[in-house]
């Protein structure tokens, strides 16, 4: 080794920032950038212990060789054999799925260590083969005061919890054996974690994107406002839509009549249209409207509210089971989801409402919006079911709903593309069971026959005729009364997320997911909880949730959220708008990266404030889960 008396010049201790860390036990994978780790696009070359998951791509991994080579320049070949490899191992830390754990940067606010914790016999053996090399490994000029005492010297690079310090944490079986997997808790619920992203709102009911690349979400208000946010998480000052004067509803919690949705048109950019579905009172008669709006010349961030034009309106027997759903499918038609009239067991007629294809209640609607500027509101396409057939309205596309709460359409996976343009909708049950369906064209759902896989009218229910479809999921009332139904997340900044369907109940305020069995078809229940405080100490990540899950959304990167509401009336500002996230591995950083266009506001932006901390904390009911 060469020049090791200047090395001497140059170092006194390590000083405060190398601090002593006491044991914390229940450390999680963390990078130095307080971000979960992830799976390298190509393998590391220079530290390929962490070549297959870690906090380093190959950029990284190769500035940290380039650091090493310059270090070893001071070095002989007796010098570089003995200390080379304490050296590398050392750089090396900072690409381990525990690097903040190693260099204490788990909280963002305190200060870093300079390099990485050592577990007691590594560094003893580092001080007894190598300690002249300290200073090289440092930014201090004084190391020389600890160099020559093994206890000094270790106790600044010792970390004291031994299943975390290097090089325990490398081997250690129970932390590695599916290190970057989904988390789950001894019970197998799913451990994710959530970010804030919007609050204040009065039952927030629905959540879309314009898909025209300004990364712009729109959010509805069941009093019928729906407001623009923009990709930093400000608000505009002014509402996209204010209908609050027509839109019939009430501050009562549970009162399901209001503005239940919103859709904006596939070809946002060129066809700058949107579609409404609300509830309004004509001649005391209540009814839901199907409206179309076309956005203001002046304003790209507004609606004109005098262009509205109804596309359809339905009579509604009761103030309950309006369904509310509206949403385009890859097909370019509008796909209307109408409640089966209300009550209890949908009692009208002879079979109900549901299974009586002369009325529009209890079912999905498909129908083509296109061209339709003069004339007729809207045509039906050529391939729906019922098309021709005596006594059948031709708009409907599937019957015997109940009263489908939140649909929606699969992306498809990134990669073949499988699944894409699935419609998934939750249906919510009368006495017993909750359901989600896969909406067929001409599809029976079966009610008032059957509720999920059980009969409800038995009479109905032995009609050999009925040939109704199952549902993919359904599950009893000791898990949840009213399902919310969700996405098939398909989004790149949590791999692990891809292919499962996330819903949720609002009574229970259970988050749930899905699975499909690609092979059997058969789709597999996991639940889903909050991670720990420490496994959801990620920068602006938090464990808790407002107890009313009222809808979900994507945004236009296909990122998955959820509105929930701590109250439930029209009326109260406890709504809130949630990121789904995964703490245990991301996507590479780089990866999922856009660059919004740009979008001119006028009026004000208002900036986004989390209420961190003050939602109310939901955990899983004890004793109820199933598989």
Not at 249 to 267: K, M, N, V
Not at 306 to 330: C, I, K, M
Not at 555 to 567: K, M, P, R, S
């Amino acid at each position: 080794m060469r020049g090791m008396t200047v090395w001497r010049a140059q170092c006194l201790s390590l000083l405060v920032l190398l601090i002593l860390i006491s044991p914390q036990g229940n450390a999680h994978p963390q990078c130095l950038d307080y971000k979960p780790p992830f799976q390298p696009p190509e393998p590391l070359l220079f530290c390929k212990e962490y070549a297959k998951f870690g906090c380093c791509d190959l950029d990284r991994d190769n500035q940290i060789s380039q650091r090493f080579y310059q270090i070893m320049d001071y070095f002989d070949h007796s010098g570089f054999m003995a200390c080379g490899k304490y050296i590398r191992s050392i750089l090396c830390q900072e690409c381990s799925p525990y690097a903040a754990h190693l260099y204490d940067a788990e909280d963002a606010n305190t200060p870093m260590r300079e390099l990485p914790g050592l577990c007691g016999n590594y560094c003893g053996d580092y001080w007894l083969h190598c300690r002249y090399t300290l200073s090289l490994l440092t930014n201090y000029n004084e190391t020389s005061a600890i160099e020559e005492d093994r206890s000094k010297f270790c106790k600044y690079l010792e970390l004291k919890d031994p299943e975390y310090c290097y090089p325990n944490v490398l081997s250690d079986d129970k932390l590695n054996a599916n290190l970057g997997d989904v988390k789950a808790d001894p019970q197998g619920c799913i451990q994710l974690c959530l970010e804030e992203v919007a609050n204040g709102l009065r039952n927030p009911v629905a959540m879309v994107h314009a898909n025209d690349g300004t990364h712009r979400f729109f959010v509805a208000e069941q009093l019928g406002y729906v407001w623009v946010y923009l990709p930093n998480g400000s608000r505009i000052d002014r509402p996209f839509l204010n209908l609050t004067r027509a839109v019939l509803t009430s501050p009562w919690a549970g009162d399901e009549r209001g503005f239940l949705c919103i859709a904006l048109h596939p070809q946002f950019t060129k066809v700058k249209k949107a579609y409404v579905y609300y509830s309004v009172s004509v001649k005391k008669q209540e009814k839901i409207r199907i409206s179309e709006f076309v956005v203001s010349d002046s304003d790209m961030n507004m609606l004109d509210h005098s262009s509205e034009r109804t596309l359809l309106e339905v009579d509604e027997p009761a103030s309950n089971h309006n369904g509310g759903q509206l949403l385009f499918g890859l097909d370019g038609y509008l796909y209307v989801f109408i409640g089966d009239g209300g009550k209890a067991g949908d009692p009208f007629g002879k079979f109900g409402n549901s299974q009586n294809k002369s009325t529009l209640l209890g079912k999905a609607l498909r129908i083509d919006i296109d061209n339709n500027d003069h004339g007729a509101p809207y045509s039906i396409p050529a391939d729906n079911p019922f098309v021709g057939e005596s006594g059948s309205r031709p708009e409907i596309f599937a019957y015997g709903v109940r009263n489908m709460w939140r649909c929606s359409v699969d992306r498809g996976d990134p990669g073949s593309g499988q699944g894409r343009g699935r419609m998934f909708c939750g249906d919510v049950g009368q006495n017993k069971y909750e359901e989600v369906d896969l909406i067929e064209n001409g599809g029976n759902y079966g009610w008032r026959a059957k509720e999920g896989f059980s009969c409800y009218d038995n009479k109905l229910c032995s009609n050999s005729s009925l040939n109704d479809i199952l549902p993919i999921f359904a599950y009893p009332h000791k898990i949840g009364k009213s399902v919310t139904g969700g996405y098939i997340y398909r989004g790149c900044q949590m791999p692990n997320l891809n292919g499962l369907y996330i819903f949720g109940d609002f009574m229970s305020g259970r988050l749930m997911s899905l699975k499909e069995n690609t092979e059997t078809g058969k789709w597999n229940y996991k639940e889903i909880c909050m991670g720990s405080d420490k496994t959801c100490s990620f920068p602006k990540l938090i464990n808790s949730y407002y107890k009313y899950i009222i809808s979900f959304g994507e945004d236009e990167a296909g990122e998955l959220y959820f509105l929930a509401t701590g109250a439930a009336s029209a009326t109260a500002r406890a709504g809130v708008v949630y990121k789904i996230v995964d703490p245990s591995r991301r996507a590479p950083p780089g990866k999922c990266s856009f660059k919004p266009t740009p979008v001119n506001i006028k009026g004000k932006l208002i900036n986004f404030s989390p209420k961190e901390g003050k939602q109310t904390l939901l955990l899983p009911i004890e004793g109820v889960r199933f598989e």
